[in-house]
């Protein structure tokens, strides 16, 4: 089992992936170089790859796109998700070698943490969840981020001697909001306030293989996790509250219950505050734009549409073909990885007119590939929007002087994610 590896063998592991994704970079591959998810620009390398044409085969064994309409073929297509085919179907026409790459499905428990489920599964996901988020529904869940934004600000005071975005205020305040509607208890707060945290790199985990320290805790938090989700999702059936937790499990079954605490967990937390973290920056390096949201709060969820586009909190998707497919003219074999690079396919000048501006209330006929459904950010996807929507209008409301006192600080090796660590600001 991937949780009994020792830290020899799971330090071996993560140093082979490392070692080839440095040795496919040095081949100037651009989707080798975003892997690296060093000090190279990437939406430089974005452009790079849609240079290389609607779909191209990088050296990281992998079919890649920045194209916006191939990328939006791909993430609809139900042949390509997140669940590798069957062992048996894959074509084995590599030669024999006396080594031989890991992979990170293998490297990382994804299935415990909830990222290898069918695409059907993660539409009936999104199909329990989204009604809590919009319609009737919206205000009260708006409302209750507000709530928890407002308590941490208070907290803080007149933010006049500075504070971390990210740390004091962002971070804290998703994961109380998301711990409400799991129903984690109020004395559990501070041990689930740790495993987000912990987990906070799941995604990334995906494509570029953390440091050993850093993997060590995502795997021991993604246990902790589905333990955690295994007694909330008791607790929910056996006294139903009105919490987003006990309405699932009530309407679906338990283990559904146990999935959606899961995927909120190590999934919903991360992509909520870095998608407010996104929207705060592009605002604050825009101040007529910030001023914009200052004088009308209620642009903010504009403001986040167009983050979603311009900066999204997830960057890249990896899809593997469940059966030969072909897409951007290009033959995909069965198991074959397709990556759609949607941070790049978003600023593609074939799609979006001034594609690199960050534009509020743009007018356009096409669409971010944000939360495309049936893959697993879908079933957080409303959830993130609501949630930064909520952060963007208090801050707006409570600190109108807001104002960057340093250089915001990304996760290292975070190439999907592109984590926000430290954004010092002051008001």
């Known amino acids: 089992m991937i949780s009994n590896k020792t830290d020899s063998e799971l330090g071996r592991e993560l140093m082979t992936v490392r070692g080839f994704q440095w040795i496919y970079g040095v081949k100037d591959d651009p989707y080798a170089l975003l892997l690296r998810a060093e000090s190279d620009d990437p939406h430089e390398l974005g452009r790079k790859v849609r240079e290389r044409g609607r779909l191209y085969w990088s050296s990281a064994e992998a079919w890649v796109t920045a194209d916006h309409a191939t990328g939006a073929e791909a993430l609809a297509d139900g042949r390509l998700g997140v669940r590798p085919p069957a062992p048996e179907s894959v074509p084995n026409d590599r030669a024999s070698y006396a080594w031989q790459i890991p992979s990170l499905d293998d490297v990382f428990p994804l299935d415990d943490a909830c990222l290898k489920l069918p695409r059907d599964e993660y539409t009936r996901l999104r199909a329990l969840v989204e009604p809590a988020f919009t319609g009737e529904a919206a205000p009260a869940q708006h409302a209750a981020a507000v709530k928890h934004h407002e308590q941490r600000l208070d907290a ?72 955690l989700a295994g007694e909330l999702t008791t607790a929910a059936l056996r006294n139903p509250g009105e919490d987003l937790l006990s309405r699932v499990s009530r309407a679906a079954d338990r283990p559904t219950g146990q999935v959606l605490c899961t995927l909120f967990t190590a999934v919903g937390v991360e ?16 101040r007529d734009e910030w ?32 059966e030969e497919t072909v897409l951007g003219g290009e033959r995909v074999k069965t198991g074959g990885q397709v990556v759609v690079l949607i941070e790049a396919a978003d600023r593609d000048a074939g799609a979006f007119r001034d594609a690199d501006r960050f534009v509020v209330g743009r007018k356009t006929s096409a669409s971010d590939l944000f939360g495309t459904e049936g893959l697993p950010v879908s079933v957080v996807s409303a959830f993130a929007r609501t949630h930064a929507a909520a952060a963007l209008e208090t801050l707006a409301r409570r600190l109108p002087g807001l104002h960057r006192t340093g250089p915001a600080v990304r996760r290292l090796r975070s190439p999907v994610s592109g984590g926000l660590l430290q954004f010092p600001v002051a008001a």
């Open 271 to 286: 992509v909520a505050v870095t998608l407010a973290g996104n929207a705060v920056s592009a605002l604050l390096d825009r």
């Open 156 to 227: 803080l005071g007149s933010g006049e001697s500075g504070f971390d975005l990210t740390a004091d205020l962002l971070r804290p305040a998703v994961t109380a909001t998301v711990a409400s509607l799991l129903g984690v208890p109020v004395e559990r707060g501070a041990e689930y306030g740790r495993i987000c945290s912990n987990a906070a790199v799941t995604l990334d985990a995906t494509l570029c293989p953390p440091r050993l320290n850093t993997a060590r805790s995502l795997i021991t938090a993604v246990a902790e996790c589905r333990q």
């Open 291 to 322: 001023t914009k949201l200052t004088e009308d709060p209620a642009r903010a969820a504009d403001v986040v549409t167009e983050t979603l586009r311009h900066a999204p909190p997830v960057r890249m998707q990896k899809l593997v073909a469940g």
